[in-house]
């Protein structure tokens, strides 16, 4: 069995940083892909950014330049570090983790329960 589980969340005025983290533990054999998705109130989940287990990253125009995405390894944990935040980056953050689960070696796609993020205006 394998758990995800965010922390971070919580409210900040526009123009102020937040950093989101996101652990993995259980039965994992190896971790692929990590990445952060939102959903704000009324739309559609979209990706925000993620990173490959060598360390490539992806980000939505939408956070280019404003997100980074980080994780360690060794810690089965993924960062997204988020600053000059604005009123619509608020929403649900998701992380999703790509992984192959021990001992039968199955590739699981685990989401976590989600951390909300508001932004003052």
């Known amino acids: 069995q394998v758990q995800v589980v965010e922390s971070g969340g919580g409210l900040v005025q526009a123009g102020g940083s937040l950093r989101l983290s996101c652990a993995a533990s259980?039965?994992?054999?190896?971790?692929?892909?990590m990445g952060w998705y939102r959903q704000a109130p009324g739309k559609q989940r979209e990706l925000v950014a993620t990173?490959?287990?060598?360390?490539?990253?992806n980000y939505a125009d939408s956070v280019k330049g404003r997100f980074t995405i980080s994780r360690d390894n060794a810690k089965n944990t993924v960062y997204l570090q988020m600053n000059s935040l604005k009123p619509e980056d608020t929403a649900v953050y998701y992380c999703?983790?790509?992984?192959?689960?021990?001992?039968?070696?199955?590739?699981?796609?685990?989401w976590g329960q989600g951390t909300l993020v508001t932004v003052s205006s």
């Open positions: 999703n983790v790509d992984l192959v689960s021990s001992p039968w070696l199955r590739y699981l796609e685990v």
């Open positions: 259980g039965s994992i054999f190896s971790i692929n892909a």
């Open positions: 990173i490959t287990s060598g360390g490539s990253t």
